[in-house]
Every structure is written in structure tokens, then in C-alpha cells.
């Protein structure tokens, strides 16, 4: 038990430097060519924050441990909507901007139930089992060009500055050496010690997936969202917990269906139907205040939901 534990717990603060470390030199090599500052934003950083989800579930997935793959993207996005969106509405009510609740929420929502749906193949179409093939996989990277095409779109209407540190190139590669370095070993760390643990504690890879290892990934965005909406930047603070969720289906999950069919067992399809409630309750709550303001009972009713559903899973486990 105190190896697998302390092969999680390494893995899990691997995936979180080696993440910071990609961002930093990736954004200052993109800075030093004369890459616009909102493509950096876009494209490095936002996938660098999701990296941490991207090798724990490519190492999953090589490694046939489905579940594992599955429940750390459903598992983050619910973390993200109900545990780390909660907490920043607590700290302080969050202003939404238009173009938050009228395009990028109804963006992660369909990515949420376009999910369910291809994850219902029993359900739906009566095949003997539920699974995300090849074919879904590439659907959800062809969603996920169309929502980059969309992001740079809009982006280019709304320039602004930015405080990208710009370092020595040696530094730069040396920083991205290192963070990837730091990820495919903290991905592996995290899978074995979950999986090690889980069996130890006769609980489910699934189990795992949807508390440890998804809050463990989801650390970059809650400590970039909890620095944002300090700062009173409630567009970062919002959009980076949004933008992460449609990053963690359409990218992640897709790239992961590619590379190996996943098997769906029921219980994540219920989990990715958790996912969507999450989204729809988000919807609703910013139509609460004709000033599209959600205030801090918002959030203790989010963070309600994340204990009930941790609950839930306890004791389904």
C-alpha cells in the first residue's frame, strides 16, 4: 500500500510541474518566433493545462485499463464543473460574460451529450455492448478542429496583452524536455499506483479514475481559476474551466478511442450523464440573475452536488 501510494502521489506532482514546465518553455518558444500571444493562449496554454489528463488516459488506454481512461475525463469534468467552479463562486460571484453562457457552456454540453450518446451503443442501438470505437474517436477530433477554428475566430476580434515570459531558448527546450519528460513518467506513476492501490482496497480502476486521479489532473485548473477570479478575471477564471472540459472530450477522449476502442462499462455511462446535469445546472444557474451573475449560494449548491455524487460513488464502490 505505501508503494502504490507513493507512486500516485509522485505521479500526481510529476503531471502537475511537468505540465507548468511545458507551458512555460512551449510559450516562451512561441513568443521568441512571433506567434500572437492569444494563439499562444488558445493552443499551448490551454492544452498544456489538459496534458495531465492526456498522459494518465494514453498510458490507460495502451495499457487496456479502460475504465482508468474513461473515468479520468469524466471524473476531471465533473471535478471542473462542481468542485472547482464551486469553490471560485464561494470565494466571489462570478460575472459571466455573453459569450461564456451563450456559446462555450452550449459547446460543452454537446460535447457532454454527444458522449453519452456514443456511449450508449446498447442502449440506443441494441448492440451487445457499449464502447467508443475508432470512428467515435475521430467524430470528437473533428469537433474538437471545428471548436479551435471557432476559438482563434473569436480571439482575433478580442486581442489582448499578455505576461508570457519570454527566456533563452536553451531554457525554453530545456523547460519542455523536462515537462515531457515529467508527464509520460507521471502518467505511468499515477496509472500503476492507482491501479496498485484500487486493488488493495478491492475498489474498481472506475472508482480510482472518477476521485483521486481526476481531482489529481484537475489541480491545474482549479489553482489557475482560483488565482484568476482573484485577480477578478472571472472570463479567465470561467472560460479556463469550460474550455478545459471541451478540451478534455473532444481531445482527449478522442485521441484516446483512436488509438484503442475503449469498452463503456454502465456505470461510466451514468458518469458521463452526471457530466451533463453538471453542464445543465451550470446553464441554468447563470440565468438566475438578469445581470448573469452567480452568486456564492450557486456555488454551495455545486459543491452539494459534488459531495452527494462522491457519496454516491463510495457507495457504489
Known amino acids: 500500500m505505501f508503494t502504490a501510494s507513493v507512486m500516485l ?6 503531471l502537475y510541474k511537468g ?4 507551458v512555460g518553455g512551449s510559450s516562451s518558444f ?4 512571433g506567434v500572437p500571444p492569444i494563439i499562444v493562449g488558445l493552443t499551448v496554454v490551454a492544452f498544456g493545462t489538459s496534458a495531465p489528463e492526456l498522459f494518465v488516459n494514453l498510458t490507460a488506454s495502451f495499457a487496456g485499463k479502460a475504465d482508468i481512461a474513461i473515468s479520468n475525463v ?13 469553490v471560485i463562486t464561494i470565494i466571489r460571484p462570478l460575472r459571466l460574460k455573453h ?10 454540453l454537446l460535447a457532454a451529450g454527444l458522449t453519452w450518446v456514443m456511449a450508449s451503443d446498447h442502449f440506443l442501438a441494441g448492440r451487445p455492448a457499449d464502447r467508443l470505437d475508432r470512428i467515435d474517436g475521430l467524430v470528437l477530433i473533428a469537433f474538437l478542429l471545428a471548436f479551435l477554428y471557432y476559438l482563434i475566430a473569436v480571439a482575433f476580434k478580442e486581442r489582448g496583452r499578455d505576461n508570457i515570459e519570454v527566456r533563452p531558448a536553451w531554457i525554453s527546450a530545456a523547460l519542455v524536455g523536462a515537462g515531457l519528460l515529467a508527464l509520460f513518467l507521471g502518467g505511468k506513476l499515477t496509472v500503476d499506483g492507482a491501479t496498485g492501490i484500487a486493488r488493495l482496497l478491492g475498489l474498481s480502476d472506475r472508482f480510482i479514475g472518477l476521485t483521486v486521479i481526476a481531482i489529481g489532473t484537475s489541480l491545474p485548473e482549479l489553482l489557475t481559476s482560483v488565482l484568476a477570479v482573484l485577480r477578478r478575471s472571472d472570463d479567465i477564471a470561467v472560460g479556463n474551466i469550460i474550455g478545459s472540459n471541451i478540451l478534455n472530450v473532444f481531445w482527449i477522449l478522442g485521441l484516446s478511442a483512436t488509438v484503442r476502442p475503449l469498452p463503456v462499462a454502465e ?12 453542464t445543465l445546472l451550470v446553464f441554468i444557474l447563470s440565468f438566475s440573475s438578469r445581470k448573469r451573475i452567480m452568486a456564492r449560494w450557486a456555488g454551495f449548491t455545486l459543491i452539494a452536488g459534488y459531495v452527494v455524487y462522491l457519496a454516491a460513488s463510495i457507495f457504489s464502490a
Not at 9 to 14: A, E, N, P, Q, V
Not at 100 to 105: E, L
Open 30 to 33: 512561441a513568443r521568441r518566433l
Open 9 to 14: 502521489i509522485g505521479g500526481l506532482l510529476l
Open 267 to 278: 456505470a461510466s455511462r451514468s458518469d458521463i450523464g452526471v457530466v451533463v446535469t453538471a
Open 99 to 108: 459569450e461564456i453562457v451563450t456559446r462555450q457552456i452550449p459547446i460543452a
Open 74 to 86: 469524466i471524473g476531471s469534468n465533473i471535478a471542473n464543473i462542481l468542485l472547482v467552479l464551486g
Open 19 to 22: 505540465a507548468d514546465w511545458l
